[in-house]
Each structure stands twice: as structure tokens, then as C-alpha cells.
């Protein structure tokens, strides 16, 4: 659930005077706007290199207006370096659009779409070097359409499907995914009623080189399947249900190159979680919101090697325990942190400490991209439950961690982040009511200066989550302050004008919000917007 929430506007009493100033409000800067409007300037004299370059800055839909200005940026425009990635959540291509893309998806490597629909229209791409197939709205997604898209796309390393329930994929589709994908190192499948043994077995013995295994909020997995995939060193099964603890433990401790594992919002026993973390090669057991699990039965487990990381352990200081293993995760995020408040309190002390520490090898990059993608997962899920109890949770640990996956470098963490922090805010939907000590948690974090930053972004899904992050948050009268004064009427005014209707309709809801203070109406006038 992606909840929204508008802020009650109260009836004015007595008169209010609104002034409202017309032309520019600088006549310096009106001169430059003329001088500029004046001068000419002859594009077409551009080295095709330079044209390509700006190309690669911009997103596929601001591209292809672009490439409609001549035939020369028309032709450069459809090469096919330029369309390695693709998101079309936001459009509903019909086949023929589709095969008229074609000839410029010849080198593409990675694609996000929505709904079973769209999945079955990105066949028509022939995008045969496709490597990465990232979908959600899936719910009518059925083995046949799956199978299709696995037959098509042999090349395949990594198929996410998710975090909407895939109610109608069964094993049998995930059984051909092994078949025609043998090159597949990722797969995360959300919302299964049944993964069998024999589907597991496929992927163990087609996929050579699959590392990670993700089945969410499924409804049975075979866990002595699973205790056969030597091959795995990440493996999640957060949210899934009937799964036997004891036989898991005693077989998944026992697989070689397992680093890390996921068993969040799981009936994990404790002593099936003391077994697992006592396995030679696990470093990171993922355990939130786990009912079994207290702290009291922990108490005597300490590591220096391997973190639990669960609502009662310090998540950041595991997670910088870690960081000084070399062959293990780095911290999260590498954005520099944005804070107009020079507070110093604990949570923002976190996020600093967290932000330090060097990036270290490979794997330990593989980890942190895993740690990054299962928390913003967790806890969004945590967050859309409204789980009692966690308000403690989500002041002291939850909002700078999700600060923190602000700054990922994986675009799907952020959206999930940002999504998230629009999420934990709200206590009631239906009269627009958020809890302040939280909003004002993000904001003391700086949390407003990063979603102000990720709503410039050129990643159309990014911006989206961003200004509903905004929006959620702007119903605090002090966050819609600080809003205004870090320049957020301007951004989500641009956005509104977005010809992407999610990234509109969220600015929208942005500017609403911020059009209840009285002293913000003025500028939302000068920008046309109101």
C-alpha cells in the first residue's frame, strides 16, 4: 500500500490579503532571459560525439523529443548504445510501438515494466541481449506469459518479478526459467503460492551460477531443496510462511558459500537463528521484525565475525562491525549527506558513521547491494503493515537507515526508501494525520534535502517517490517550512508540469500540502501553479 495523504485546509476568518507581484521579480534577470532569448545559436555544428553525450544525460522520453529536431539527431539519437536500459512503467506500448523500438533495443541490457500486459509487449523489443528483467504489478502475470519471456530472453542473469503478489506463477514456470536461462545469477520472486523441490532443483542444476535466491511473502517454499544450492551465497525468504525451521537450519547452515541471509517478518525459532549464525561461512543474518525473536534470548550472542541484525540490535553498528572485515559488507550509501540544521543528535551521528567507510572489494560490494536491497524491502513491508509498538524502532534506527538507502546507487532501493519514509509517517489515511516526532526525525536527519535531491532526478521513478516522500511529510507544518525554505515549491512546480501523470499527480499532492501555510500561497501564485 502507497499511501497518500492531503492536508485539511480550515476556513479563513476575518480578511486575507494576498499580494501577488506579476513580471519578473528581477530585472537583471530579465535582461539575461532576453539576451539569451536574442542569441543564436547553431546546433547542428555540434561534433556527433558531443550530440551522443548529451544524449546519454537524458532520460529515453526526453531523447526521443529531442531526436525529432533533425534527421542527423534523429539518426543519432536511435543508436543503440544509447538504449542500453529501459523503464516503461509509466506507458502503455502497444505491440506496434513496441516493434518500432526494435531496431534501437539491438544492445539492451536491462528493463523495468508494469503489469502482465507490458511483459507481454516487451517480447515484441527482440531485445535478445537482454541481461536484467525487472517487473511489478504482476498479478496477472501466468506461467505462460513468463515462460514466454524466459524462452525470448535466454541470456538472462538477473529476473526480479515483485513486490506485488505473483498469485498465478506456479513452479512450473520457474522450472522452464531454469531451462531456457542458464545463465541466471539472480532471481527474487514476490507473493508464490508453492516453490517446489523440483523447481528449486532445476535452478540448482541449470544455473550454475546463481548466487542469490530471493522468494518473498510466499505462501510454501521446500527448504531441504533449497539446502542443495551450493552455488548460493545470498538467499532470502522474508515473509514466507511454513517453512520447517528445524530442517532449514541443519541444512542451510551446512551450504558453503552462503554469506547472507534473510528470514525478516518470519516464525524464525531462536534456536534455529543461533544455529544459522554459527554456520562457517555466514556473515549476516537479517531478522526484523521476527515475533519468535527477543532480545533477552540474545543477550549472551556476541561476534565480531557475524551481525544479527533484528529490531532489538543496533542495525548501524552491525553493519560497521562489518565494514572492518575486508571480505565482508561495507556500510550503506555513498551519498554525501545533505543537512541544513547542524544538528548533532544521535540519529544524525549514524548516519555519518555510517557514510565513512570505505567501499571494500567485490564481494563485499555484492553484500552491501544485498543489505541495501533486503533492508529497503524489510522495511517497507514493516511500514505498510503499521505494525504496533515500533515507535521506538523507527525514531531510533528506522529513519537514518532509510535515510541512509536514500543515497544507494541502486535506483530501485531509492524508489523503495523513499516510498517507505511516505509510508511509516502517515498513522491515519483518512484524516491525513502524521505522526510529527517521526516527520520531524526526517527532517532532523536531513532527509529533506535528500528527497528534494532525488526529486531533481532524471529517473522519472525516483521522482515519483520522492515528491509523495515530500508530499507525506509536508502535512508537518515545521517540514513544510523547511520544504519551502530549502526550495521545494520550485521543485515540485516543475514536476507538476512532468509529462509523466505519477510524477505530476505527486507534486500535485506536494504543492497542495504546502498551499495550506498561508505564507507559502504567494510564491505558489508567482509560479502558476496554484
Given at each position: 500500500?502507497?499511501?497518500?495523504?492531503?492536508?485539511?485546509?480550515?476556513?479563513?476568518?476575518?480578511?486575507?490579503?494576498?499580494?501577488?507581484?506579476?513580471?519578473?521579480?528581477?530585472?537583471?534577470?530579465?535582461?539575461?532571459?532576453?539576451?539569451?532569448?536574442?542569441?543564436?545559436?547553431?546546433?547542428?555544428?555540434?561534433?556527433?560525439?558531443?550530440?551522443?553525450?548529451?544524449?546519454?544525460?537524458?532520460?529515453?522520453?526526453?531523447?526521443?523529443?529531442?531526436?525529432?529536431?533533425?534527421?542527423?539527431?534523429?539518426?543519432?539519437?536511435?543508436?543503440?548504445?544509447?538504449?542500453?536500459?529501459?523503464?516503461?512503467?509509466?506507458?502503455?506500448?502497444?505491440?506496434?510501438?513496441?516493434?518500432?523500438?526494435?531496431?534501437?533495443?539491438?544492445?539492451?541490457?536491462?528493463?523495468?515494466?508494469?503489469?502482465?500486459?507490458?511483459?507481454?509487449?516487451?517480447?515484441?523489443?527482440?531485445?535478445?541481449?537482454?541481461r536484467e528483467m525487472n517487473a511489478d504489478g504482476c498479478r496477472d502475470l501466468t506461467d505462460a506469459s513468463l515462460s514466454m519471456l524466459a524462452a525470448r530472453h535466454q541470456r538472462l542473469e538477473s529476473l526480479q518479478l515483485g513486490p506485488d503478489f505473483c498469485e498465478k506463477i506456479t513452479s512450473d514456470a520457474i522450472r522452464v526459467v531454469a531451462l531456457c536461462c542458464p545463465r541466471l545469477k539472480r532471481l527474487r520472486l514476490s507473493g508464490l503460492r508453492d516453490v517446489d523441490g523440483v523447481a528449486i532443483g532445476a535452478l540448482v542444476e541449470h544455473c550454475r551460477d546463481l548466487s542469490e535466491?530471493?522468494?518473498?511473502?510466499?505462501?510454501?517454499?521446500?527448504?531441504?531443496?533449497?539446502?542443495?544450492?551450493?552455488?548460493?551465497?545470498?538467499?532470502?525468504?522474508?515473509?514466507?510462511?511454513?517453512?520447517?525451521?528445524?530442517?532449514?537450519?541443519?541444512?542451510?547452515?551446512?551450504?558453503?558459500?552462503?554469506?547472507?541471509?534473510?528470514?525478516?517478518?518470519?516464525?524464525?525459532?531462536?534456536?534455529?537463528?543461533?544455529?544459522?549464525?554459527?554456520?562457517?561461512?555466514?556473515?549476516?543474518?537479517?531478522?526484523?521484525?521476527?515475533?519468535?525473536?527477543?532480545?533477552?534470548?540474545?543477550?549472551?550472542?556476541?561476534?565480531?565475525?557475524?551481525?544479527?541484525?533484528?529490531?532489538?540490535?543496533?542495525?548501524?553498528?552491525?553493519?560497521?562491525?562489518?565494514?572492518?572485515?575486508?571480505?565482508?559488507?561495507?556500510?550503506?550509501?555513498?551519498?554525501?549527506?545533505?543537512?541544513?540544521?547542524?544538528?548533532?543528535?544521535?540519529?544524525?551521528?549514524?548516519?555519518?558513521?555510517?557514510?565513512?567507510?570505505?567501499?571494500?572489494?567485490?564481494?563485499?560490494?555484492?553484500?552491501?547491494?544485498?543489505?541495501?536491497?533486503?533492508?529497503?524491502?524489510?522495511?517497507?513491508?514493516?511500514?505498510?503493515?503499521?505494525?504496533?509498538?515500533?515507535?521506538?524502532?523507527?525514531?531510533?534506527?528506522?529513519?537514518?537507515?532509510?535515510?541512509?538507502?536514500?543515497?544507494?546507487?541502486?535506483?530501485?532501493?531509492?524508489?523503495?526508501?523513499?516510498?517507505?519514509?511516505?509510508?511509516?509517517?502517515?498513522?491515519?489515511?483518512?484524516?491525513?494525520?502524521?505522526?510529527?516526532?517521526?516527520?520531524?526525525?526526517?527532517?532532523?536527519?536531513?532527509?529533506?534535502?535528500?528527497?528534494?535531491?532525488?526529486?531533481?532526478?532524471?529517473?522519472?521513478?525516483?521522482?515519483?517517490?520522492?515528491?509523495?516522500?515530500?508530499?507525506?511529510?509536508?502535512?508537518?507544518?515545521?517540514?513544510?517550512?523547511?520544504?519551502?525554505?530549502?526550495?521545494?515549491?520550485?521543485?515540485?512546480?516543475?514536476?507538476?508540469?512532468?509529462?509523466?501523470?505519477?510524477?505530476?499527480?505527486?507534486?500535485?499532492?506536494?504543492?497542495?500540502?504546502?498551499?495550506?501555510?498561508?505564507?507559502?500561497?504567494?510564491?505558489?501564485?508567482?509560479?502558476?501553479?496554484?
Amino acid at each position: 500500500m502507497n499511501r497518500r495523504v492531503r492536508r485539511k485546509t480550515l476556513q479563513a476568518k476575518g480578511n486575507v490579503t494576498e499580494a501577488v507581484t506579476k513580471g519578473p521579480v528581477n530585472e537583471v534577470e530579465a535582461v539575461v532571459c532576453l539576451a539569451k532569448e536574442e542569441r543564436e545559436v547553431d546546433w547542428s555544428s555540434l561534433p556527433d560525439d558531443t550530440v551522443v553525450a548529451l544524449f546519454s544525460l537524458l532520460n529515453y522520453r526526453d531523447r526521443a523529443s529531442l531526436a525529432s529536431v533533425c534527421r542527423t539527431w534523429r539518426f543519432l539519437g536511435s543508436l543503440s548504445c544509447l538504449w542500453t536500459s529501459l523503464d516503461i512503467r509509466a506507458h502503455n506500448l502497444d505491440s506496434t510501438t513496441a516493434s518500432s523500438l526494435a531496431k534501437r533495443c539491438s544492445k539492451l541490457r536491462s528493463i523495468r515494466f508494469r503489469g502482465a500486459s507490458a511483459g507481454n509487449v516487451v517480447i515484441n523489443l527482440e531485445a535478445k541481449e537482454l541481461r536484467e528483467m525487472n517487473a511489478d504489478g504482476c498479478r496477472d502475470l501466468t506461467d505462460a506469459s513468463l515462460s514466454m519471456l524466459a524462452a525470448r530472453h535466454q541470456r538472462l542473469e538477473s529476473l526480479q518479478l515483485g513486490p506485488d503478489f505473483c498469485e498465478k506463477i506456479t513452479s512450473d514456470a520457474i522450472r522452464v526459467v531454469a531451462l531456457c536461462c542458464p545463465r541466471l545469477k539472480r532471481l527474487r520472486l514476490s507473493g508464490l503460492r508453492d516453490v517446489d523441490g523440483v523447481a528449486i532443483g532445476a535452478l540448482v542444476e541449470h544455473c550454475r551460477d546463481l548466487s542469490e535466491l530471493g522468494f518473498f511473502d510466499c505462501m510454501n517454499v521446500d527448504e531441504t531443496a533449497l539446502g542443495n544450492a551450493a552455488s548460493l551465497r545470498f538467499l532470502s525468504v522474508a515473509g514466507s510462511r511454513n517453512i520447517k525451521w528445524t530442517a532449514a537450519s541443519q541444512l542451510w547452515v551446512s551450504l558453503p558459500n552462503l554469506v547472507a541471509l534473510d528470514v525478516s517478518r518470519t516464525d524464525v525459532t531462536p534456536d534455529a537463528a543461533f544455529r544459522l549464525l554459527f554456520s562457517e561461512s555466514l556473515k549476516v543474518l537479517c531478522a526484523l521484525n521476527c515475533g519468535s525473536l527477543d532480545a533477552g534470548v540474545f543477550l549472551a550472542y556476541n561476534s565480531k565475525t557475524k551481525v544479527l541484525l533484528a529490531r532489538f540490535t543496533d542495525i548501524v553498528k552491525g553493519i560497521a562491525t562489518l565494514s572492518q572485515d575486508s571480505h565482508s559488507a561495507p556500510n550503506l550509501s555513498g551519498m554525501k549527506r545533505i543537512n541544513h540544521y547542524n544538528n548533532t543528535s544521535n540519529n544524525n551521528s549514524k548516519i555519518s558513521n555510517v557514510r565513512n567507510s570505505r567501499i571494500g572489494d567485490n564481494k563485499s560490494s555484492e553484500v552491501k547491494e544485498w543489505l541495501e536491497w533486503v533492508l529497503s524491502h524489510a522495511l517497507l513491508r514493516i511500514a505498510e503493515s503499521s505494525t504496533p509498538g515500533l515507535d521506538s524502532f523507527w525514531l531510533k534506527q528506522g529513519t537514518p537507515i532509510l535515510l541512509n538507502l536514500l543515497g544507494s546507487l541502486q535506483e530501485d532501493v531509492q524508489e523503495r526508501a523513499a516510498t517507505a519514509l511516505a509510508t511509516f509517517v502517515v498513522i491515519d489515511d483518512e484524516t491525513a494525520t502524521v505522526d510529527p516526532a517521526r516527520a520531524e526525525a526526517v527532517m532532523h536527519g536531513g532527509g529533506i534535502g535528500f528527497l528534494l535531491d532525488l526529486a531533481k532526478s532524471r529517473r522519472e521513478g525516483v521522482q515519483s517517490e520522492a515528491a509523495k516522500a515530500i508530499a507525506n511529510l509536508s502535512v508537518n507544518a515545521d517540514v513544510a517550512k523547511a520544504v519551502a525554505m530549502e526550495g521545494g515549491i520550485s521543485i515540485l512546480a516543475a514536476l507538476a508540469r512532468s509529462p509523466n501523470r505519477w510524477v505530476a499527480e505527486e507534486a500535485a499532492g506536494g504543492l497542495w500540502n504546502l498551499s495550506v501555510g498561508e505564507e507559502h500561497k504567494v510564491v505558489l501564485l508567482q509560479r502558476q501553479v496554484e
